[in-house]
Every structure is written in C-alpha cells, then in structure tokens.
C-alpha cells in the first residue's frame, strides 16, 4: 500500500511541476525579461535564450511529462494490482481515481498557479528547466525530438505579435487602468498611421487661406486685420497656381518698418508639394527633414486640392480617432472634415460646419468658371 501511495505522489508531483513549468515559461513576457536583465537578474538571460527558442524547453518539459504519467500509471496499477488482487474492482478503482487526481491535481491547479505567479516562478522556472535539459542534452534525445518538431514544420509557438493583438492588448490595458483613454488612442492610432494618406487629414484647398503674390503688403494686411494663420500660400494668376508661402511674422515686421508698398512675392518663401496619395507618416517625415510646417497637396494631374501642415498630422496623430485598415475611405475622410471643421471653429475661420460647406460650394463654383 505504500509503494501504490509513494508512486501515486510521485508520478502526480513531477506532472504537476511540469505543468507549472510550462504555464510559466509560456506566460512570461520580453518586457518582465528586459526589466529583469537590467536588473542583473543571472536567470534573465536564462529565460531569453528558452524563449528564443522556445520548442527546446518545451519539449523537455512534455516529455518528462509524458513519462511521469506513463510509468506512474503502469507502477500504480501494478501495486495495485499486487495490493488488492484481481477478484475485485480495485485495480478500476484506483485507475479512475488515478485520472481525476492527475486531471485536477497536475494538470488544471498548476498550470493556474504557472500562469497566475509567473512572476515569482522567473527563477525557479530557469534553475529547473536548465537542470531537466542536461540529460535530453547528453543522450541525445533532445536532438531527435528537435528533428521531428522541424520536419512536421518547424516552431508550433512562433513568439510574433501582430497588430491587431497588440491593439487588443492596448485596449484590455485601458479597461485595467494602466493606459489612461489619451494614451490608449495615441498608441491604436500609431497602429495605422502609415497607412492615413494626406488627402484624409488636409484642409481642403476650397476653404484655405490664399493670397495673390502681387498684391501690397499692405493691401493684404489691410484685408486680413485678425489673420489666425502663421503661413499664407500665395498664387500667381490663379488661386490654384501656388508658387510660394509668406510667415505672419515676416508681413507683420514689414508693414513695421514701413515697407507695405511691397508685394506678398518679396517675402515669398519656397513651399513643399506632396501627392494626395502620400502616406502621412512619409510625409511627416519629410517635412522633419526639410525643417519644414506646411505642404501644398496635389492630385494624381497636379492639381491643387488642399493644404496640409505639421499641426495637422500631429493631430491625427494624437487627438482624431483614426479608423483602421477595414474601415472605408470615405468615414476616414469624414472623420478629417470634422476635425478641420473643430479647428477652423477655434481659429474664428468658421462658426458653425454649415457655413464652411456653404463656402467650400461657393469656392469650389468660382472656380470652375475660371
């Protein structure tokens, strides 16, 4: 009877260490490791190497596993069978309490435990890990056993995380406090930006602020008394043949210094052109490098369409809620007119979205008279 109790334990506690093993290894994170490594944890570089590759450690543990259940249960039906006989159920009887024991005590408790204290089990999971490997290692069995995992294809537990899942990730991370709503928006939207073009997120040309080169300093100062811009594209002949763009500043120091009869064009400075079609996250890039703010926007004819500035992509950046990959074109760019809409209303351009329609209709007929 002691025998059939000693290997009963025995086969149930190394299951169940097993069984903790693997929940934790597979629960432990690359962040927990970093943290741990800079920490001068030894065990960190331990854990870095099984979770490189992962199907090593894994395999060891399985297999102990297997072997655990296996010979116990053949060492504990014999005992049995020696303690109780054959003229009764018994030898039945400890078979199926056998199976409850190992289902609820090595199989659904540890692996709760594993990946519940994953934290706490960082060292021990790496010291017993590194001790079961050696002799897989030595005889060779490691070696077979890695060979039929790569020649059914390869890594079962590829450690890649795709957007989507760190978007879900993002999102459950928000619901339990540790992103605040800002944050959370500002890491989803970082998700898709290369993937928001300029003419989702420009203000349309219709409704931009746009002065004629040859005109006076002062004529333009005169007409534009409470200008709520710092950059003015400027045209040549017509609205749409953008040649340049003057500072706020530099107009302002001008009609100072007394040099209002100057045209618009002797402060005109060189303006940067992108394709409707750009990706923001491009052009937010060039615009870096050119130490540039502001970007005329033009159709696949070269026609001017709207105006983009670097306010406008750190925006959507961080303050419009940007649609995904599946959403339509057409919710994205309602989206941006709204936003244009929120800003325009706080610079004065606009009160209210109905009159910035009614004048993008009226700008828009003007100039398919021209």
């Known amino acids: 009877m002691t025998l059939l109790i000693v290997y009963a ?59 655990a259940h296996t010979v116990g249960a053949i060492l504990v039906g014999v005992q ?4 109780f006989g054959n003229g009764n159920n018994a030898v039945g009887i400890v078979s199926t309490v056998m199976t409850i024991l190992i289902l609820v005590l090595s199989e659904i408790i540890p692996k709760t435990i594993g990946a519940k204290y994953w934290k706490n089990l960082g060292n021990f999971t790496a010291k017993i890990l590194t001790f079961i490997l050696i002799p897989l290692r030595y005889t060779g069995i490691l070696w077979v056993l890695m060979l039929f995992t790569k020649l059914i294809g390869g890594s079962a537990h590829a450690n890649q995380m795709s957007k989507e899942e760190f978007v879900a990730l993002t999102e459950a991370a928000e ?21 928001i073009l300029a003419k989702d ?79 923001i996250q491009h052009l937010f890039n060039i615009l870096i490098e050119k130490r540039a ?20 992509l750190i925006e959507t950046l961080l303050g419009l809620e940007i649609m995904d990959e599946s959403d339509s074109i ?8 709204k936003n244009w809409e929120r800003r325009a209303k706080r610079l004065g351009i606009i009160s209210h979205p109905e009159e910035s329609e009614e004048k993008t209709s009226t700008n828009s007929d003007e100039k398919s008279t021209d």
């Open 9 to 67: 334990l025995l086969s149930i506690g190394i299951s169940f260490m097993c069984s903790v093993l693997e929940a934790a290894l597979l629960s432990v994170t690359p962040t927990y490791i970093k943290i741990k490594t800079k920490e001068g944890k030894s065990y960190a570089k331990t854990l870095t190497k099984f979770k490189q590759d992962i199907d090593k450690p894994l395999i060891a543990i399985l297999s102990l596993n297997t072997i």
């Open 330 to 337: 057409a919710d994205m760019q309602h989206l941006a007119r």
């Open 293 to 312: 703010h502001i970007a005329v926007v033009t159709d696949e004819f070269g026609n001017t369409v709207g105006v983009i500035t670097m306010e406008d």
């Open 175 to 195: 619901k339990e406090g540790v992103f605040e709503e800002n944050e959370s928006k500002f890491i989803k939207n970082l998700m898709v930006y290369k993937s």
């Open 201 to 279: 997120v420009m203000t349309p040309f219709s409704v931009a602020v746009t002065a004629e080169e040859n005109i006076s300093i002062q004529q333009f100062y005169d007409q534009h008394k409470n200008l709520k811009f710092s950059r003015i594209p400027i045209y040549k002949d017509r609205p749409n043949n953008i040649t340049g763009f003057i500072l706020k500043d530099d107009f302002l120091e001008e009609i100072i210094n007394d040099h209002g009869d100057q045209p618009l064009s002797s402060l005109k400075r060189e303006l940067l052109i992108t394709q409707a079609q750009t990706s």
């Open 80 to 83: 049995a069978e020696k303690t």
